[in-house]
């Protein structure tokens, strides 16, 4: 699998989607990688799904759970800093490091 561009941490935007999640933007709390399918993230607070949850030890109530659900990493973008406009990253050194920056503005992400 090729290398990820957005990690744990950035703020993104939703590119596309249904009505109510699409131009939101939120942190990524969760970068999902499976062998041989596509990478997801879980965005804090977007594509809320209801889960219907037996009783358990933990949950010994039960009942409907509201939890985040993943997006593909395709349909969202970074934000970025400067303008809070949707861009790439990129990579550039800084000295002997190795940083991320946006494509748009320049800006280490």
Known sequence: M??????RGDNVIITTGNKNIKGKTGEVIEVIKKEGKDARVVVAGLNIVKRHTKPSASNPQGGIVEKEASI?????????PKSGKPTKAGYKMDGDKKVRIAKKSGETL
């Open 72 to 80: 593909h990493i395709s349909n969202v973008a970074l934000i970025d």
């Open 2 to 7: 090729s290398k990820l561009k957005i990690k």
